[in-house]
């Protein structure tokens, strides 16, 4: 079965500074690998997803991730964060052709 | 306008009324999906419907039905709501997989719902 597991419930870091969101998943087959964002009071965005090919994503707001098969993870790295990055981050797994799993998510707080 | 819209956005209720949370979209596109929300646990999928023909359960589907009217709505009803079914809900929607067998969610804004 698949799963989606997200290490951190809440990550304090400090404007400017680097900062990882760790996702790992479990699976027998390949799967595809997206991060949500969702903003205080928002629905849920894409922020980037791996299909194939090159095993770093990055997306328009300086985040990126690295698909790394061998350690069955997708995490997230930025490395300079700012104010506005403040949201909840999800980990999600999809298999070819099936439903969408989340993880439960990781709270991004931004100290000034 | 919006591509997945929820209504109500916001709801209160009482303990043991029916309530029906609604979802349509203007993408076009054949699946949609319920999931609730709440502190600590993440998005939670409760149904999801790969066509109008087709509902599935997801892993909390207890308590809750859907309904969908057509390929641009997705319902879900609480036929006796508990307050454990406060929580925010979510419809999405996604494409079918491409050609590398791809997709991706879209979502509507939310519906909080409160039982008391």
């Known amino acids: 079965a698949q799963s989606v597991t997200q290490l951190d419930s809440q990550v304090p870091v400090f404007e400017e500074a680097p900062v990882e969101l760790r996702c790992n998943y479990s699976?027998?087959?390949?799967?595809?690998l997206f991060w949500y964002v969702q903003y205080p009071n928002q629905g849920l965005q894409l922020l980037l997803k791996?299909?194939?090919?090159?095993?770093l994503v990055e997306s328009i707001n300086g985040f990126e991730a690295e698909f790394n098969k061998s350690q069955t993870s997708f995490h997230l790295r930025k490395p300079s964060v700012h104010i506005s990055d403040t949201a909840e981050y999800f980990c999600?797994?999809?298999?070819?052709?099936?439903?969408?799993?989340f993880g439960k998510g990781t709270r991004l707080h931004i100290l000034p | 306008d919006a591509d997945v819209t929820q209504t109500p956005r916001n709801r209160i209720t009482k303990t043991g009324k029916r309530i029906m949370l609604e979802c349509s979209q203007t993408?076009?596109?054949?699946?949609m999906y319920w999931y609730r929300q709440d502190p600590g646990l993440g998005l939670r999928l409760i149904y999801y419907?790969?066509?109008?023909?087709?509902?599935n359960k997801g892993e909390i589907s207890d308590g809750y039905s859907v309904s969908r009217q057509a390929q641009a709505k997705f319902s879900l009803s609480l036929e006796s709501a508990i307050p454990n079914q406060t929580a925010l809900y979510f419809c999405?929607?996604?494409?079918?997989?491409?050609?590398?067998?791809?997709?991706?969610?879209?979502f509507g804004q939310g519906t909080r719902l409160t039982v008391v």
């Open positions: 699976s027998s087959v390949s799967v595809y």
């Open positions: 999405a929607t996604s494409p079918p997989a491409g050609r590398d067998g791809s997709t991706e969610a879209f």
């Open positions: 791996y299909l194939s090919g090159s095993t």
């Open positions: 993408k076009g596109h054949d699946r």
């Open positions: 419907s790969f066509d109008v023909k087709d509902i």
């Open positions: 999600a797994v999809s298999f070819r052709d099936d439903k969408i799993i």
